[in-house]
């Protein structure tokens, strides 16, 4: 894996997207130009010790001067938003990493979105780029109510209601998928992102190799073995056991090993490891089902391994 970019951005812009959810504008303190990203990327915000969290970019992709991200409030999460909402503003200085990309938006002929609630901020810049490729393509967006779905004015300002569906639950009662997921023409492509429920229902539905998710939390996994075995550091040349019960993660940390991670629930894609050697049992929700058959890279926060040992390029 390459080095990824850190720095300390400052806070230029706050304002309220909709109900509950904060857009926040970043810029370089100095102004330097910020690292290029494309659709579907995401940053590292680091608030504080242990307080770090993962904020899809949702604003212009040519625009290398400034950051776009958006935060929902959870008044039940573990803090982070609340930190956010609470205590970030203008003229404040926040430390970043990125921004990385396992939802990239892959060329094709037209595009089916799906977006639930604050899933919306990842499609965003995906609807710019699949417009300005001239790619046929239609949106369908849920909320609980028109108020609290971010974004929403600025679509139907951009793109007019003829490809944006603004289906609030409480006006029209649970997304109808039929039209978005049911007989995808070929060369089509879907892309979804929201609450895992959403999901989950387009999972069942799309036929295999047109969808492409994001997940915010980890989807639920049948149970695997969680037997011991070893993991070889190649850089650092130590040799692991990884107990049962017990992440690569946590072993290689425990062992002097830095190694950069955030979520450790497999969603965020910060600890990707390339494997030299060895058969990952993938438990993450970022990697694709061709990227975890290749088994070049693994989550080491959730994921372990098929056999008895595995080479990492830690």
Not at 16 to 44: K, N, S
Request: a negative charge; hydrophobic letters at 40%; glycine letters at 12%.
């Amino acid at each position: 894996m390459s080095d990824v970019h850190e720095d300390e951005l400052v806070v230029v812009r706050r304002e309220f997207a909709a109900e509950g959810v904060l857009a926040l504008t970043l810029r370089h303190p100095l102004g330097e130009p910020l690292p290029a990203w494309e659709p579907g990327a995401h940053i590292d915000v680091v608030l504080g010790p242990g307080l770090e969290r993962q904020y899809s970019l949702c604003g212009d992709p040519a625009d290398r001067t400034a950051w776009r991200i958006a935060v929902l409030l959870e008044p039940d999460g573990r803090g982070g938003s609340a930190h956010v909402h609470r205590r970030v503003g203008p003229g404040d200085k926040v430390r970043v990493r990125g921004p990385r990309n396992h939802f990239r938006l892959v060329p094709a002929s037209a595009y089916r979105f799906v977006a639930g609630g604050i899933g919306i901020t990842p499609i965003l810049p995906m609807l710019a780029a699949a417009e300005a490729a001239g790619a046929e393509w239609t949106l369908l967006y849920g909320g609980r109510t028109r108020g609290s779905m971010a974004f929403a004015e600025e679509l139907a300002r951009r793109y007019g209601r003829g490809r944006v569906t603004i289906a609030p639950q409480d006006e029209t009662g649970l997304l109808d998928l039929a039209p978005a997921v049911d007989d995808v023409p070929d060369g089509t492509l879907v892309y979804c992102c929201g609450p895992g429920p959403l999901l989950d229902a387009v999972e069942a539905r799309c036929p295999p190799g047109v969808l492409h998710v994001e997940r915010f939390q980890p989807k639920d996994l049948p149970g695997a073995d969680d037997g011991e075995f070893e993991v070889e550091l190649a850089r650092s040349g130590l040799t692991l056991t990884v107990s049962p019960g017990v992440s690569v993660l946590d072993t290689v940390r425990a062992a002097g090993v830095e190694v950069l991670y955030s979520c450790t629930e497999g969603t965020c894609g910060t600890c990707e490891t390339d494997v030299l050697d060895g058969t990952p049992e993938h438990r993450d929700s970022v990697l694709t089902a061709e990227e975890q058959r290749s088994g070049e890279t693994m989550m080491i926060c959730v994921s372990r391994c098929r056999g008895k040992r595995l080479l990492l390029d830690l």
